[in-house]
Antibody, heavy 117, light 107 residues
Framework: EVQVVESGGGLVQPGGSLRLSCAAS????????MTWVRQAPGEGLEWVAS????????YYVDSVKGRFTISRDNARNSLFLQMNSLTAEDTAVYYC??????????WGQGTLVIVSS | DIQLTQSPSFLSASVGDRVTITCRAS??????LAWYQQKPGKAPKLLIY???TLRSGVPSRFSGSGSGTEFTLAISSLQPEDFATYYC?????????FGQGTRLEIK
């Protein structure tokens, strides 16, 4: 079964940092681009970042450029999102997902990040 | 950047109804459009990609059409499990973008 499972969410103070992880299984991880999408409470979906299968290219939404870094470890079938200089606007459920030639499928269950003092 | 506008934002319908949701792109995206279903507290699920290709396992009452800038998701005969929020997404170019969502509720 193709599966991705996020971890690392939690409560962090404004200006703080957090690193999200995503463990992939059931598919050849090194052959797939990966992505992070977030959803603020009661809001819609917002794409955050994507990384190509070899890790050589990354793409970010403007609001996180310079603060967030997407990376991957193909040997460990893992995806990461390093989040720095967090603000309340970053509070959301963060989903890890496999990019299947463009569409996003499947999605993990999500991990909640709350930025609050 | 490509903006996606869904309409309507809210839809009330009954079991057995046929409903359609529209997604308009601010510029042409060919057929690089997907539709997702999300239920409360759950992750989104892919329904349709390439504007009209049904993902394996998705019931045939769901269908997608369109290309360029105008796209439609149709549900031919609503079932109780279809009441959810639906999002379109373009993957023609970065930054990837989603529509604002259409909430489908039981009348």
């Amino acid at each position: 079964e193709v599966q991705v499972v996020e971890s690392g969410g939690g409560l962090v103070q404004p200006g703080g940092s957090l690193r999200l992880s995503c463990a992939a299984s059931g598919f050849t991880f090194s052959n797939s681009a990966m992505t992070w999408v977030r959803q603020a409470p009661g809001e819609g979906l917002e794409w955050v970042a994507s990384i190509e299968r070899d890790g050589n290219k990354q793409y970010y939404v403007d609001s996180v450029k310079g603060r967030f870094t997407i990376s991957r470890d193909n040997a460990r079938n893992s995806l990461f999102l390093q989040m720095n200089s967090l603000t309340a606007e970053d509070t959301a459920v963060y989903y890890c997902a496999k990019v299947t030639g463009g569409p996003i499928d499947p999605w993990g269950q999500g991990t909640l990040v709350i930025v609050s003092s | 950047d490509i903006q996606l506008t869904q309409s309507p934002s809210f839809l009330s319908a009954s079991v057995g109804d046929r409903v359609t949701i529209t997604c308009r792109a601010s510029q042409g995206i060919s057929s690089s459009l997907a539709w997702y279903q999300q239920k409360p507290g759950k992750a989104p699920k892919l329904l349709i990609y390439g504007a009209s290709t049904l993902r394996s396992g998705v019931p045939s009452r769901f269908s997608g059409s369109g290309s360029g800038t105008e796209f439609t998701l149709a549900i031919s005969s609503l079932q109780p499990e279809d009441f959810a929020t639906y999002y379109c997404q373009q993957y023609k170019s970065y930054p990837i973008s989603f529509g604002q969502g259409t909430r489908l509720e039981i009348k």
